[in-house]
Structure formats: structure tokens, C-alpha cells
Nanobody, 117 residues
Framework: QVHLVESGGGLVQPGGSLTLSCAAS????????MSWSPQAPGEERYLVAG????????FYDHSVKGRFTISSDDVDKMLYLQMNNLNPSDTAVYYC??????????WGQGTQVTVST
């Protein structure tokens, strides 16, 4: 059974930093495309950063490029998102996703990130 468990969210002031973690189990981690997708209230969930183990450069949405860094540890089956220079528009529930080819993706339960004074 596949489990994705996010952690690391919280309340941070504008300009601050947070690092999100996603612990994966039940998958051959290196075979999956791993990504982070925030979802703000009333808005669609959308992918902002993704990474694979095949050597391609990570993907970043223009909204986070230069501020967020995605990384993974294939041995420990961990996915990370280092978020710097956060602003209130980054406020959302951040979901970890694992996807293999054309199969339906697996999602975690999400972790709340709130950027506010």
C-alpha cells in the first residue's frame, strides 16, 4: 500500500523560509516522478515543482522559480521542498504527489503553509 506523508508546514512571516518533507512508502521511489502541488482555498491544485531520478533537471513553475528548490533522497524515500522568500500568495495546503508513467497519481494528505504577519 502506498503512503505519502507530508510534514514541515506552518506559519511563517513574509520573506521567511520553510522546508517541507514527504516520506514515501510502498513504491519503488526512483521509478516515480515526485512533485509538490499547492492548493489555496477555492483554487485548483497545480504542480509547482517536480523531480525524477533519470537525470532530467527539476521542473519549476514560474511562480516559484528561484525561490523554491525540490530535492529527493532515493535511499530514504524522501522528497523535500525548500521554500525561500515566501509571500502571502504562497499560502496553501501543499501536497506531495508520486506518479508512475500514465498511472493515476498517489497523493499525500497535505501540509498547511500560511504566510502572514
Amino acid at each position: 500500500q502506498v503512503h505519502l506523508v507530508e510534514s514541515g508546514g506552518g506559519l511563517v512571516q513574509p520573506g521567511g523560509s520553510l522546508t517541507l518533507s514527504c516520506a514515501a512508502s510502498g513504491i519503488t521511489f526512483g521509478q516515480y516522478y515526485m512533485s509538490w502541488s499547492p492548493q489555496a482555498p477555492g483554487e485548483e491544485r497545480y504542480l509547482v515543482a517536480g523531480i525524477s531520478s533519470v537525470g532530467a533537471p527539476p521542473f519549476y513553475d514560474h511562480s516559484v522559480k528561484g525561490r523554491f528548490t525540490i530535492s529527493s533522497d532515493d535511499v530514504d524515500k524522501m522528497l523535500y521542498l525548500q521554500m525561500n522568500n515566501l509571500n502571502p500568495s504562497d499560502t496553501a495546503v501543499y501536497y506531495c504527489q508520486a506518479k508512475f508513467g500514465l498511472d493515476s497519481p498517489y497523493w499525500g494528505q497535505g501540509t498547511q503553509v500560511t504566510v502572514s504577519t
